[in-house]
C-alpha cells in the first residue's frame, strides 16, 4: 500500500519559515517525479514546485527564491524549506508522485498558516 504522508505546516508569522516534509512508503521516491502543490481556501489547487527523479527542480514564480524542494533518499522522503513566508502562501500543502504513464499519488495534506 503506497502513503505520502506530509507533515511539518502549522502556524507562521510572514517572514517566517518552515519545512514541510513528505515520507513515503510502498514507493521508492527516487523512481518517481515528485511534487508539491498547494489550496487556498476558495482557490484551485496550484503547482508549488517539482523534483525530478534525476534532482532537477522547477519552482513556480510566486516562489522562486524563497523555497526550496529536497529529497533524502535514504528517508524516501521530499522536503519542502519554505523562507520569507507571506500570508499569501496560507493553503493546504500536498505532495503527490507520479509514474508515466498514468501512475500518481497524493498526500493528505498540510495546513500552513501566515499570518500575525
Known amino acids: 500500500q503506497v502513503q505520502l504522508v506530509e507533515s511539518g505546516g502549522g502556524l507562521v508569522q510572514p517572514g517566517g519559515s518552515l519545512r514541510l516534509s513528505c515520507a513515503a512508503s510502498?514507493?521508492?521516491?527516487?523512481?518517481?517525479?515528485l511534487g508539491w502543490y498547494r489550496q487556498a481556501p476558495g482557490k484551485q489547487r496550484e503547482l508549488v514546485a517539482t523534483?525530478?527523479?534525476?534532482?532537477?527542480?522547477t519552482y513556480a514564480n510566486s516562489v522562486k527564491g524563497r523555497f526550496a524542494s529536497s529529497r533524502d533518499n535514504a528517508k524516501n522522503t521530499l522536503y519542502l524549506q519554505m523562507n520569507s513566508l507571506k500570508p499569501e502562501d496560507t493553503a493546504v500543502y500536498y505532495c503527490?508522485?507520479?509514474?508515466?504513464?498514468?501512475?500518481?499519488?497524493w498526500g493528505q495534506g498540510t495546513q500552513v498558516t501566515v499570518s500575525s
Open positions: 523534483f525530478t527523479n534525476s534532482g532537477t527542480t
Open positions: 510502498g514507493i521508492i521516491v527516487s523512481f518517481y517525479e
Open positions: 503527490n508522485a507520479k509514474r508515466l504513464p498514468s501512475t500518481i499519488y
